[in-house]
């Protein structure tokens, strides 16, 4: 079964400063990878996926994320963050192999916190 | 489009009562997805829908809960009896699957459940 894993679970940073947000993910084949963002008592929204082509993606907001099999990692970055970026991020994985990649798994959460 | 529509969306109960949870997805969608969140645990896929028809039930905890979608617009989610360890947000998604892969799935707000 997939598992991932966000080994941060909370990241301060100062507005306006570059933001990392690490994800790793179990299996090695062939998998869809997403980005979601939560802000306080909403649903999550998408912010970007990767499913076949450049390993970079960009997404909204600013967002963007790599790819990387050989380390089974999907990380996010954004270069300049804002305070409106206060929200937590959740990776996600789907084997493309086990329901026909619809099956998504979700990592614990890392919850961004922009200040000033 | 609306988005996905989650009712109630709060929603306390006392032990041993049964609880609905209903959910409306995103017109001409075909998938529907049923997650719940607590922080233990995290975001957890319990069953989801294509066609209607029950895909993937394996998530759902127990014979206490079931979930239905009776027709392409509506899905339900009941618990019964409900316990206090059922204390969560329950979110619906939906997403459309075309061309051999896997669509964005999109969240509705959430149903924030409370069984004292």
């Known amino acids: 079964a997939q598992s991932v894993t966000q080994l941060d679970s909370q990241v301060p940073v100062f507005e306006e400063a570059p933001v990392e947000l690490r994800c790793n993910y179990s299996s090695s084949v062939s998998v869809y990878l997403f980005w979601y963002v939560q802000y306080p008592n909403q649903g999550l929204q998408l912010l970007l996926k990767y499913l076949s082509g450049s390993t970079l993606v960009k997404g909204i907001n600013g967002f963007e994320a790599e790819f990387n099999k050989s380390q089974t990692s999907f990380h996010l970055r954004k270069p300049s963050v804002h305070i409106s970026d206060t929200a937590e991020y959740f990776c996600?994985?789907?084997?493309?192999?086990?329901?026909?990649?619809?099956?998504?798994?979700f990592g614990t959460g890392t919850q961004l916190k922009v200040e000033l | 489009d609306a988005g996905v529509i989650q009712s109630p969306r709060h929603e306390v109960t006392e032990m041993g009562q049964e609880v609905t949870l209903r959910c409306k997805p995103i017109s001409g969608h075909d998938y529907l997805f049923w997650y719940r969140q607590t922080m233990m645990r995290g975001l957890e896929l319990l069953i989801y829908?294509?066609?209607?028809?029950?895909?993937?039930d394996s998530g759902m905890p127990e014979d206490r809960f079931s979930a239905k979608m009776p027709n392409a617009s509506f899905s339900t989610l009941k618990i019964q009896p409900s316990e206090p360890r059922d204390s969560a947000v329950y979110f619906c998604?939906?997403?459309?699957?075309?061309?051999?892969?896997?669509?964005?799935?999109?969240f509705g707000p959430g149903t924030r459940l409370t069984v004292l």
């Open positions: 996600a994985v789907s084997d493309i192999l086990t329901g026909g990649g619809n099956k998504l798994t």
């Open positions: 998604a939906s997403s459309l699957r075309w061309g051999g892969r896997t669509d964005t799935q999109y």
């Open positions: 829908f294509n066609n209607n028809v029950p895909i993937d």
